[in-house]
Protein backbone atom coordinates (compact mmCIF):
# COMPACT_ATOMS: atom_id res chain seq x y z
CA UNK A 1 0.00 0.00 0.00
CA UNK A 2 1.36 3.92 -1.21
CA UNK A 3 0.40 7.05 0.78
CA UNK A 4 0.91 10.54 -1.31
CA UNK A 5 0.46 13.72 0.91
CA UNK A 6 -0.67 16.84 -1.41
CA UNK A 7 0.14 19.49 0.39
CA UNK A 8 -2.51 22.61 0.09
CA UNK A 9 -1.96 26.28 -0.45
CA UNK A 10 1.12 28.39 0.06
CA UNK A 11 3.74 26.04 1.05
CA UNK A 12 6.81 25.83 -0.24
CA UNK A 13 10.23 24.04 -0.26
CA UNK A 14 11.48 24.49 3.67
CA UNK A 15 8.16 24.32 5.13
CA UNK A 16 6.67 21.32 2.84
CA UNK A 17 9.73 19.13 4.10
CA UNK A 18 9.19 19.83 7.64
CA UNK A 19 5.46 18.93 7.09
CA UNK A 20 5.81 15.89 5.12
CA UNK A 21 7.91 14.85 7.56
CA UNK A 22 5.87 14.72 10.41
CA UNK A 23 3.18 12.90 8.36
CA UNK A 24 5.74 10.32 7.02
CA UNK A 25 6.63 9.53 10.43
CA UNK A 26 3.25 8.91 12.21
CA UNK A 27 1.84 7.41 8.51
CA UNK A 28 4.76 4.49 9.23
CA UNK A 29 4.31 4.61 12.73
CA UNK A 30 0.56 2.94 12.26
CA UNK A 31 1.21 1.31 8.80
CA UNK A 32 4.85 -0.33 9.13
CA UNK A 33 4.85 -1.91 5.26
CA UNK A 34 3.82 0.93 3.09
CA UNK A 35 5.03 3.27 1.79
CA UNK A 36 4.67 7.44 1.80
CA UNK A 37 5.35 9.57 -1.18
CA UNK A 38 4.77 12.99 -1.53
CA UNK A 39 3.43 15.06 -4.53
CA UNK A 40 5.15 18.95 -3.98
CA UNK A 41 3.74 21.02 -6.37
CA UNK A 42 4.10 24.68 -4.53
CA UNK A 43 7.13 26.27 -6.52
CA UNK A 44 6.45 24.34 -9.84
CA UNK A 45 2.20 25.20 -9.86
CA UNK A 46 2.19 27.76 -7.12
CA UNK A 47 1.66 31.69 -7.64
CA UNK A 48 4.69 34.14 -8.07
CA UNK A 49 4.71 37.88 -8.63
CA UNK A 50 5.72 37.98 -12.47
CA UNK A 51 6.16 41.97 -12.65
CA UNK A 52 7.39 41.80 -8.83
CA UNK A 53 4.06 43.61 -7.51
CA UNK A 54 4.51 46.62 -10.12
CA UNK A 55 0.43 46.37 -9.84
CA UNK A 56 0.45 46.97 -6.14
CA UNK A 57 0.09 50.25 -5.08
CA UNK A 58 2.61 51.55 -1.97
CA UNK A 59 5.06 48.38 -2.74
CA UNK A 60 7.58 51.19 -4.02
CA UNK A 61 7.37 54.48 -3.68
CA UNK A 62 6.39 56.59 -5.84
CA UNK A 63 9.28 59.21 -7.61
CA UNK A 64 8.94 62.59 -5.10
CA UNK A 65 6.85 60.53 -2.11
CA UNK A 66 8.95 60.07 0.82
CA UNK A 67 6.61 56.89 2.06
CA UNK A 68 7.53 58.27 5.23
CA UNK A 69 3.92 57.83 6.98
CA UNK A 70 0.34 58.82 5.87
CA UNK A 71 -1.00 62.31 4.96
CA UNK A 72 -4.06 63.93 5.46
CA UNK A 73 -6.33 61.55 3.43
CA UNK A 74 -5.24 58.88 5.15
CA UNK A 75 -6.08 60.25 8.67
CA UNK A 76 -9.61 61.48 7.28
CA UNK A 77 -10.11 57.75 6.33
CA UNK A 78 -9.48 56.56 9.65
CA UNK A 79 -11.79 58.58 11.29
CA UNK A 80 -14.09 57.74 9.24
CA UNK A 81 -13.70 54.22 9.91
CA UNK A 82 -14.13 54.70 13.57
CA UNK A 83 -17.21 56.68 12.97
CA UNK A 84 -18.98 54.86 10.93
CA UNK A 85 -18.79 51.46 13.88
CA UNK A 86 -20.09 53.51 16.32
CA UNK A 87 -21.21 57.11 15.35
CA UNK A 88 -21.36 58.62 18.13
CA UNK A 89 -18.01 58.10 19.51
CA UNK A 90 -16.72 61.63 18.37
CA UNK A 91 -19.91 63.00 20.90
CA UNK A 92 -18.82 61.03 23.49
CA UNK A 93 -15.34 62.50 23.51
CA UNK A 94 -17.29 65.52 23.59
CA UNK A 95 -19.86 64.31 26.89
CA UNK A 96 -16.78 63.26 29.10
CA UNK A 97 -14.15 65.04 28.30
CA UNK A 98 -16.11 68.10 27.66
CA UNK A 99 -13.69 71.30 26.64
CA UNK A 100 -10.43 72.54 28.29
CA UNK A 101 -11.61 75.35 30.97
CA UNK A 102 -8.35 77.08 31.53
CA UNK A 103 -8.14 76.20 35.13
CA UNK A 104 -4.86 73.61 34.17
CA UNK A 105 -1.53 73.31 32.10
CA UNK A 106 -1.96 72.49 28.51
CA UNK A 107 -3.59 73.99 25.37
CA UNK A 108 -6.92 75.51 26.00
CA UNK A 109 -7.49 76.18 22.24
CA UNK A 110 -9.55 78.97 20.91
CA UNK A 111 -11.94 78.47 23.76
CA UNK A 112 -11.02 80.02 26.78
CA UNK A 113 -12.16 80.10 30.34
CA UNK A 114 -15.79 78.60 30.86
CA UNK A 115 -16.12 78.23 34.24
CA UNK A 116 -16.82 74.92 36.16
CA UNK A 117 -15.67 71.79 34.02
CA UNK A 118 -17.49 73.45 30.81
CA UNK A 119 -20.78 72.81 32.57
CA UNK A 120 -23.23 75.54 32.24
CA UNK A 121 -24.99 77.48 35.48
CA UNK A 122 -28.18 75.79 36.28
CA UNK A 123 -31.18 77.16 34.93
CA UNK A 124 -29.10 78.60 32.67
CA UNK A 125 -29.51 77.94 28.74
CA UNK A 126 -26.20 76.99 27.14
CA UNK A 127 -24.96 77.56 23.44
CA UNK A 128 -25.48 73.33 22.81
CA UNK A 129 -28.94 73.61 23.70
CA UNK A 130 -29.51 75.61 20.85
CA UNK A 131 -28.14 73.24 18.70
CA UNK A 132 -29.79 70.34 20.07
CA UNK A 133 -32.72 72.05 19.45
CA UNK A 134 -32.11 72.51 15.54
CA UNK A 135 -31.21 69.09 15.04
CA UNK A 136 -34.52 68.08 16.62
CA UNK A 137 -36.33 70.46 13.77
CA UNK A 138 -34.35 68.27 11.17
CA UNK A 139 -37.24 65.92 10.53
CA UNK A 140 -35.96 64.10 7.36
CA UNK A 141 -34.89 64.25 4.11
CA UNK A 142 -35.94 67.62 3.03
CA UNK A 143 -38.29 68.22 -0.39
CA UNK A 144 -35.45 69.23 -2.70
CA UNK A 145 -32.28 71.44 -2.81
CA UNK A 146 -28.62 69.66 -2.76
CA UNK A 147 -29.11 68.11 0.66
CA UNK A 148 -31.83 66.34 -0.69
CA UNK A 149 -29.84 64.71 -4.22
CA UNK A 150 -26.99 63.98 -2.26
CA UNK A 151 -28.96 61.85 -0.04
CA UNK A 152 -30.61 60.01 -3.19
CA UNK A 153 -27.49 60.04 -4.80
CA UNK A 154 -25.69 58.40 -2.29
CA UNK A 155 -27.87 55.70 -1.16
CA UNK A 156 -28.35 57.50 2.51
CA UNK A 157 -31.68 59.11 1.99
CA UNK A 158 -33.59 55.99 3.13
CA UNK A 159 -31.83 55.34 6.62
CA UNK A 160 -31.53 59.48 6.99
CA UNK A 161 -34.48 59.99 8.95
CA UNK A 162 -33.44 57.29 11.65
CA UNK A 163 -30.33 57.87 11.67
CA UNK A 164 -31.16 62.10 12.67
CA UNK A 165 -33.82 60.45 15.55
CA UNK A 166 -30.84 58.16 17.07
CA UNK A 167 -28.32 60.92 17.20
CA UNK A 168 -31.12 63.42 18.81
CA UNK A 169 -31.99 61.55 21.48
CA UNK A 170 -29.03 60.14 22.70
CA UNK A 171 -27.31 60.59 26.04
CA UNK A 172 -24.10 61.52 24.08
CA UNK A 173 -26.10 64.18 22.36
CA UNK A 174 -27.58 65.85 25.47
CA UNK A 175 -24.24 65.33 27.45
CA UNK A 176 -22.32 67.25 24.92
CA UNK A 177 -24.90 69.54 24.52
CA UNK A 178 -24.57 70.49 28.31
CA UNK A 179 -21.31 71.39 28.37
CA UNK A 180 -20.95 73.22 25.23
CA UNK A 181 -21.55 76.25 27.34
CA UNK A 182 -20.38 79.26 24.87
CA UNK A 183 -20.62 79.67 20.91
CA UNK A 184 -17.01 77.95 20.08
CA UNK A 185 -18.01 75.20 21.80
CA UNK A 186 -21.49 75.05 20.11
CA UNK A 187 -20.12 75.37 16.22
CA UNK A 188 -17.63 72.53 17.13
CA UNK A 189 -20.84 70.27 18.53
CA UNK A 190 -22.62 71.18 15.47
CA UNK A 191 -20.05 69.61 13.29
CA UNK A 192 -19.45 66.83 16.04
CA UNK A 193 -23.59 65.95 15.48
CA UNK A 194 -23.62 65.94 11.62
CA UNK A 195 -20.53 64.08 11.53
CA UNK A 196 -22.72 61.54 13.78
CA UNK A 197 -25.81 61.63 12.25
CA UNK A 198 -23.74 60.87 8.33
CA UNK A 199 -22.00 58.66 9.78
CA UNK A 200 -24.81 56.74 11.19
CA UNK A 201 -26.72 56.80 7.64
CA UNK A 202 -23.31 55.64 6.18
CA UNK A 203 -23.60 52.47 8.69
CA UNK A 204 -27.26 52.27 7.99
CA UNK A 205 -26.66 52.15 4.34
CA UNK A 206 -23.71 49.49 4.08
CA UNK A 207 -22.42 48.09 0.90
CA UNK A 208 -25.55 49.55 -0.70
CA UNK A 209 -24.01 52.95 0.21
CA UNK A 210 -22.84 54.80 -3.20
CA UNK A 211 -20.90 57.71 -1.79
CA UNK A 212 -17.88 59.10 -2.40
CA UNK A 213 -15.60 61.18 0.34
CA UNK A 214 -16.53 64.61 -1.46
CA UNK A 215 -20.06 63.36 -1.07
CA UNK A 216 -19.98 62.47 2.48
CA UNK A 217 -18.22 66.05 3.40
CA UNK A 218 -20.28 67.80 1.32
CA UNK A 219 -23.56 66.20 3.69
CA UNK A 220 -21.29 66.84 6.62
CA UNK A 221 -21.18 70.20 5.44
CA UNK A 222 -24.67 70.83 4.92
CA UNK A 223 -26.00 69.57 7.93
CA UNK A 224 -23.18 71.60 9.89
CA UNK A 225 -24.40 74.64 8.58
CA UNK A 226 -28.18 74.03 8.92
CA UNK A 227 -27.07 73.83 13.16
CA UNK A 228 -25.73 76.76 13.19
CA UNK A 229 -21.99 75.70 12.82
CA UNK A 230 -18.99 75.53 10.13
CA UNK A 231 -17.32 72.44 8.38
CA UNK A 232 -13.90 73.22 9.77
CA UNK A 233 -13.93 74.47 13.51
CA UNK A 234 -9.68 75.55 14.70
CA UNK A 235 -8.77 73.41 17.17
CA UNK A 236 -11.54 71.08 17.36
CA UNK A 237 -11.14 68.98 20.54
CA UNK A 238 -13.50 65.86 19.50
CA UNK A 239 -11.44 65.83 16.05
CA UNK A 240 -8.47 65.84 17.48
CA UNK A 241 -8.99 62.71 19.79
CA UNK A 242 -10.31 61.05 17.26
CA UNK A 243 -7.87 61.11 14.46
CA UNK A 244 -5.10 60.16 16.77
CA UNK A 245 -7.24 57.25 18.32
CA UNK A 246 -7.90 56.12 14.73
CA UNK A 247 -4.69 55.87 13.72
CA UNK A 248 -4.33 53.82 16.57
CA UNK A 249 -6.60 51.22 16.73
CA UNK A 250 -8.32 51.13 12.91
CA UNK A 251 -6.88 48.89 10.58
CA UNK A 252 -7.13 51.44 7.30
CA UNK A 253 -3.66 53.59 8.46
CA UNK A 254 -1.83 49.94 8.31
CA UNK A 255 -3.38 49.12 5.27
CA UNK A 256 -2.09 51.61 3.53
CA UNK A 257 1.47 51.69 4.98
CA UNK A 258 1.80 47.94 4.21
CA UNK A 259 -0.18 46.79 1.55
CA UNK A 260 2.94 45.86 -0.37
CA UNK A 261 4.02 43.79 2.04
CA UNK A 262 1.01 42.25 3.13
CA UNK A 263 0.51 41.63 -0.95
CA UNK A 264 3.81 40.16 -1.34
CA UNK A 265 3.37 38.41 1.79
CA UNK A 266 -0.19 36.79 1.06
CA UNK A 267 0.62 36.08 -2.55
CA UNK A 268 1.78 32.43 -2.02
CA UNK A 269 -1.33 31.54 0.12
CA UNK A 270 -4.39 33.51 -2.06
CA UNK A 271 -2.66 33.17 -5.36
CA UNK A 272 -2.01 29.55 -5.11
CA UNK A 273 -5.96 29.29 -4.39
CA UNK A 274 -6.60 32.15 -7.43
CA UNK A 275 -4.09 30.29 -10.04
CA UNK A 276 -5.60 26.98 -9.40
CA UNK A 277 -8.74 28.14 -10.20
CA UNK A 278 -7.99 30.17 -13.37
CA UNK A 279 -5.25 27.44 -14.27
CA UNK A 280 -6.00 24.12 -13.03
CA UNK A 281 -5.02 21.81 -15.50
CA UNK A 282 -1.28 21.93 -15.10
CA UNK A 283 -1.64 20.89 -11.31
CA UNK A 284 -4.04 18.35 -11.99
CA UNK A 285 -1.73 16.62 -14.84
CA UNK A 286 1.29 16.65 -12.13
CA UNK A 287 -0.93 15.01 -9.74
CA UNK A 288 -1.78 12.38 -12.41
CA UNK A 289 1.94 11.85 -13.21
CA UNK A 290 2.41 11.14 -9.69
CA UNK A 291 -0.25 9.29 -8.82
CA UNK A 292 0.42 6.63 -11.38
CA UNK A 293 3.97 6.82 -11.46
CA UNK A 294 3.89 3.39 -9.35
CA UNK A 295 1.39 0.76 -8.86
CA UNK A 296 -1.49 1.06 -6.39
CA UNK A 297 -3.54 0.88 -4.10
CA UNK A 298 -3.14 4.17 -3.04
CA UNK A 299 -4.49 6.64 -0.20
CA UNK A 300 -4.52 10.32 -1.06
CA UNK A 301 -4.22 12.77 1.26
CA UNK A 302 -5.08 16.19 0.16
CA UNK A 303 -4.57 19.38 2.55
CA UNK A 304 -6.73 22.37 1.37
CA UNK A 305 -5.84 23.13 -1.73
CA UNK A 306 -4.13 20.01 -2.30
CA UNK A 307 -7.84 18.34 -1.29
CA UNK A 308 -9.59 20.54 -3.83
CA UNK A 309 -7.08 19.45 -6.81
CA UNK A 310 -7.43 15.88 -6.22
CA UNK A 311 -11.03 15.87 -5.92
CA UNK A 312 -10.92 17.85 -9.18
CA UNK A 313 -9.17 15.18 -10.91
CA UNK A 314 -10.34 12.08 -9.13
CA UNK A 315 -14.35 13.44 -10.48
CA UNK A 316 -13.09 14.41 -14.01
CA UNK A 317 -11.57 11.04 -14.78
CA UNK A 318 -14.68 9.00 -13.02
CA UNK A 319 -16.86 11.21 -15.41
CA UNK A 320 -14.85 10.21 -18.52
CA UNK A 321 -14.79 6.51 -17.50
CA UNK A 322 -11.07 7.06 -17.07
CA UNK A 323 -10.78 6.46 -12.65
CA UNK A 324 -7.72 7.58 -11.90
CA UNK A 325 -5.54 4.36 -11.62
CA UNK A 326 -4.84 2.56 -8.15
CA UNK A 327 -6.77 4.80 -6.00
CA UNK A 328 -8.97 3.42 -3.44
CA UNK A 329 -8.59 6.05 -0.72
CA UNK A 330 -8.88 9.88 -0.18
CA UNK A 331 -8.64 11.98 2.40
CA UNK A 332 -8.97 15.78 2.58
CA UNK A 333 -7.60 17.47 5.68
CA UNK A 334 -9.08 20.99 6.19
CA UNK A 335 -10.64 21.30 2.53
CA UNK A 336 -12.61 23.26 1.06
CA UNK A 337 -13.70 21.02 -2.25
CA UNK A 338 -17.66 20.38 -0.51
CA UNK A 339 -17.68 24.32 -0.60
CA UNK A 340 -16.49 25.14 -4.01
CA UNK A 341 -19.00 22.30 -5.08
CA UNK A 342 -22.15 24.01 -3.72
CA UNK A 343 -20.86 27.61 -5.28
CA UNK A 344 -20.01 25.93 -8.40
CA UNK A 345 -16.56 26.40 -8.55
CA UNK A 346 -15.31 22.74 -8.93
CA UNK A 347 -13.93 21.91 -12.38
CA UNK A 348 -14.48 18.24 -12.20
CA UNK A 349 -18.45 18.70 -11.35
CA UNK A 350 -21.34 20.71 -11.93
CA UNK A 351 -23.23 22.47 -8.98
CA UNK A 352 -25.92 19.79 -7.41
CA UNK A 353 -24.80 16.73 -9.10
CA UNK A 354 -23.56 13.75 -7.54
CA UNK A 355 -20.42 12.64 -7.21
CA UNK A 356 -19.54 9.85 -10.62
CA UNK A 357 -19.24 6.27 -10.77
CA UNK A 358 -16.19 5.28 -10.00
CA UNK A 359 -15.05 8.00 -7.51
CA UNK A 360 -13.49 6.22 -4.76
CA UNK A 361 -14.24 5.96 -1.09
CA UNK A 362 -13.62 9.64 0.99
CA UNK A 363 -12.77 10.46 3.83
CA UNK A 364 -13.21 14.21 4.76
CA UNK A 365 -11.36 15.72 7.62
CA UNK A 366 -12.18 18.83 9.49
CA UNK A 367 -12.19 21.15 12.43
CA UNK A 368 -15.37 23.32 13.14
CA UNK A 369 -12.75 26.09 14.28
CA UNK A 370 -10.93 25.93 11.04
CA UNK A 371 -12.99 28.50 8.98
CA UNK A 372 -11.43 26.77 5.43
CA UNK A 373 -13.24 23.60 6.30
CA UNK A 374 -16.04 22.07 5.08
CA UNK A 375 -18.24 19.08 5.75
CA UNK A 376 -18.62 16.83 2.51
CA UNK A 377 -21.71 13.99 4.08
CA UNK A 378 -24.28 16.75 3.46
CA UNK A 379 -23.52 18.10 0.08
CA UNK A 380 -23.24 14.60 -1.16
CA UNK A 381 -26.15 13.17 1.03
CA UNK A 382 -27.10 9.25 0.61
CA UNK A 383 -23.36 8.37 -0.18
CA UNK A 384 -21.91 5.94 1.04
CA UNK A 385 -18.32 6.65 0.16
CA UNK A 386 -18.08 9.65 1.70
CA UNK A 387 -17.93 10.32 5.52
CA UNK A 388 -16.74 13.39 7.51
CA UNK A 389 -14.56 13.07 10.75
CA UNK A 390 -14.44 16.12 13.02
CA UNK A 391 -11.02 16.58 14.91
CA UNK A 392 -10.45 19.40 17.67
CA UNK A 393 -6.88 20.67 17.94
CA UNK A 394 -7.58 23.07 20.30
CA UNK A 395 -6.55 26.18 18.50
CA UNK A 396 -8.00 29.44 17.22
CA UNK A 397 -7.81 30.00 13.45
CA UNK A 398 -5.82 29.90 11.42
CA UNK A 399 -2.81 28.01 13.47
CA UNK A 400 -6.08 25.19 13.54
CA UNK A 401 -5.55 24.72 9.60
CA UNK A 402 -2.21 22.97 9.81
CA UNK A 403 -2.86 21.41 13.34
CA UNK A 404 -4.32 18.28 11.82
CA UNK A 405 -1.18 16.61 11.59
CA UNK A 406 -0.04 16.63 15.24
CA UNK A 407 -3.86 14.99 16.29
CA UNK A 408 -3.26 10.99 16.75
CA UNK A 409 -7.48 11.22 16.43
CA UNK A 410 -6.41 12.18 12.61
CA UNK A 411 -3.86 9.08 11.95
CA UNK A 412 -6.34 6.59 14.00
CA UNK A 413 -9.41 7.72 11.59
CA UNK A 414 -6.83 6.97 8.36
CA UNK A 415 -6.38 3.48 9.56
CA UNK A 416 -10.09 2.72 10.21
CA UNK A 417 -10.84 3.82 6.52
CA UNK A 418 -8.39 2.18 5.25
CA UNK A 419 -9.84 -0.97 7.16
CA UNK A 420 -13.11 -0.42 6.01
CA UNK A 421 -12.22 -0.10 2.25
CA UNK A 422 -10.32 -3.44 2.58
CA UNK A 423 -7.08 -1.80 1.44
CA UNK A 424 -4.25 -4.21 1.79
Known amino acids: MRFLFVHGTGVRRERHDTLFALVRDRLTDRFPGASVDFCFWGERYGATLSAQGRSVPGL???AGDSGDGPGPEDDGTAEWGLLIADPLCELRVLAEAGWDTGSGDGDHGDYGDYGDGGFAMPGVRSAGDGVLELLAAVTGVPDGGEQAA?????????????????????AEAARAGARATEQPQARELAL????????AALASAGAEADCTGAERDRLVELLTTRLGGEARVP???????????????????????????????????????LRYQARGGGLRAFLHERITAEPGPTVLIGHS???IALVDLLALGAARGEPVPGVELLVTVGSQAPFLHELGALAGMAPGTKLPYGFPHWLNVYDRQDVLSYLAEPVFPGDPRVSDQEIGS???FPACHSAYWKQDSLYARIEQAVAEAEIG
Do not use: C, H, K, Y
Request: hydrophobic share 50%; glycine share 12%; aromatic share 2%.
Open 192 to 199: ALARAVTA
Open 60 to 62: RTP
Open 150 to 170: LLLGTGLAAGFPAALETVARS
Open 305 to 307: LGG
Open 235 to 273: GARAAAVLGRLAMRVTTQPLLNAWRGSLTVGATPALGDI
Open 394 to 396: RQP
